[in-house]
C-alpha cells in the first residue's frame, strides 16, 4: 500500500499516548532485510521507528503509519552514529518520512559536524519535517531543547560513557521523570522498554509516546533472554 499518511497529518497527534514499533535489524542481526522490516511494520498501530533509507521506504510503502525515520552508520572518527551527519539527515528526510531522528549525545560528530549547523540546514531545506533528538543525559535534553529539536526521546540513556549500564525504569523510572520536568518538549520513552507495563508507566507519567524495539522485533535478543532465564 503506498503510504498515505504525509507530513501534513500531524505526526504528534497521530502517536499520542501510543506505542511506536522499532522496526530495525543491522546487518549482523537475523532479521536484516527492508522486506522483513516491512511485514514486521505491519505489527505496528500507531507508528514506526526505522533505521536506512531503505528500510523506511519499504515500510513506507507496505503501512500508511508515521515512521521515525534514521540511518545509522559508523565513522572513524566519531562515536555518533545514529543520523550523525548532515548527509544523514537529508536522505532520511527526502524519503518524506515525517520525523527524523538523531543523535544528541554532545560527542563529537564525524568530520567536526556541528549539530547547530545541521539543525539550521534541515529547518531551511525540510521546514516541515520534525526533528527528535536521541539523548542519553539531563545536559543534553537542555541542549537539544536550546537547539529547538520538536521531541525529546530517551534512546541513548545507557549508551554514552556517561551514561553506561543506565537504565530509564531504574527506580520507578526517576531518571524519566527527570527528564519530564526538564523538557517542555514532547517527550517519546525509548529504549529498553520491554513490557506492557513499562510502557504503560512512561505514558502515565507523561510521556507523549513509547517506543519499543528490541522486545518486539529482534527475535534473538528476545530468545537469548529466555535462554539466560534457564541457566538463573
Ligand atoms: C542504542 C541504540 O542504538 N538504539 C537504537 C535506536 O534507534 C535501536 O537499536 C533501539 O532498538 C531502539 O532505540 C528501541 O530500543 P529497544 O530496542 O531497547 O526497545
Given at each position: 500500500?503506498?503510504?498515505e ?65 534514521l ?25 518524506g ?41 539531563l ?51 525509548e ?17 507523549h ?24
Amino acid at each position: 500500500m503506498t503510504g498515505e499518511f504525509t507530513k501534513t497529518t500531524n505526526f504528534l497527534d497521530a502517536v499520542k499516548g501510543s506505542l511506536i514499533i522499532s522496526c530495525q535489524a543491522l546487518p549482523d542481526e537475523p532479521l536484516h532485510s527492508s522486506f522483513i522490516m516491512s511485514r514486521m511494520a505491519l505489527a505496528a498501530t500507531a507508528g514506526i521507528r526505522a533505521n536506512s533509507v531503505v528500510d523506511i521506504q519499504a515500510i513506507q510503502d507496505e503501512v500508511d503509519l508515521p515512521v521515525i525515520g534514521l540511518s545509522k552508520v559508523d565513522y572513524p572518527d566519531s562515536p555518533v552514529y545514529i543520523t550523525p551527519t548532515i548527509k544523514e539527515m537529508r536522505a532520511v528526510a527526502a524519503t518524506g518520512c515525517p520525523v527524523v531522528a538523531c543523535d544528541v549525545t554532545g560527542q563529537p560528530r564525524p568530520n567536526g559536524e556541528q549539530l547547530a549547523d545541521i539543525v539550521a540546514t534541515m529547518r531551511q531545506e525540510f521546514p516541515d519535517t520534525l526533528l527528535m533528538a536521541d539523548t542519553d543525559s539531563l545536559e543534553n535534553v537542555q541542549a537539544a531543547e536550546a537547539l529547538g529539536f520538536d521531541i525529546i526521546g530517551t534512546t541513548m540513556h545507557g549508551y554514552t560513557p556517561v551514561t553506561k549500564g543506565a537504565n530509564i525504569a531504574d527506580n520507578d523510572f526517576e531518571y524519566l521523570k527527570a527528564v519530564l520536568k526538564t523538557t517542555s518538549k514532547p517527550v517519546i520513552a525509548e529504549g529498553k522498554v520491554d513490557t506492557p507495563a513499562k510502557m504503560k508507566r512512561c505514558l502515565a507519567l507523561g510521556c507523549h509516546a513509547v517506543v519499543v524495539g528490541g522486545a518486539i522485533t529482534r527475535p534473538l535478543q528476545i530468545a537469548q533472554g529466555f535462554v539466560a532465564a534457564l541457566e538463573d
